[in-house]
């Protein structure tokens, strides 16, 4: 059973630098691919699945894109469980009104994405140096498109911030934890890594 965690949108493994070092067991820290023109997130999934040799009976997930896209992994692959770390399980569960900006994201600046963080957008303004705006508004603009998951939803585990105005903190079936917002494993790097030690023991008994 090997661990395989995706970042958010324009962001980088680098998202989870204050959580790696708090965890007892392996977690593969994934960046996004280098963009080849997917506009689905199945393509994308694709992709991560080929470069990272993922197979059946691992662990997958990420933070809100990256938890997306684990969840396109899903369906292509078998795995252990799905870990979604503030992030969605179909285009319902996102804020409307980002929903409605999706269609406008190859005009709009891909610095708006910044402004949702806060106080640490200065982690995520170096993280998106690293970031192809082309393959942010592919993602954007497929997000109306979304099916998202319908499977069993056993296989999900969820830990999301109750102040989370991006993908609001769903009613039931997710662990919260009460005082986070978006990017829980970057703010709340101690009580993601409780959640996330709570499921390797939970998956590996």
Known sequence: MIWFLLPGMGATAAMYNGLKHKLSFRVNFLNWPVYGSETTY???ARRVIRENEIGAGDVVGGSSLGGMVALEIARLVNPKAVVLLGSAANRKEVEPMLSLLSPLAAAAPVT??????????????????????EFIRAMCAYLPSWDGYHGPPGRILRLHGRKDHVIPCPASGS?????????????????TAVFLERANAQLAG
Not at 112 to 133: C, E, N, Y
Not at 175 to 191: K, M, N, Q, R, Y
Request: proline share 2%.
């Open 175 to 191: 662990e919260i934890v009460e005082e986070a917002g978006h990017l829980l494993a970057i703010t709340h790097a101690a009580e």
């Open 42 to 44: 199945a393509e994308v």
């Open 112 to 133: 708006i994405i910044q402004a949702l963080v806060g106080k640490h957008r200065s982690l995520v303004s170096t993280m998106f140096a690293d970031s192809d705006p």
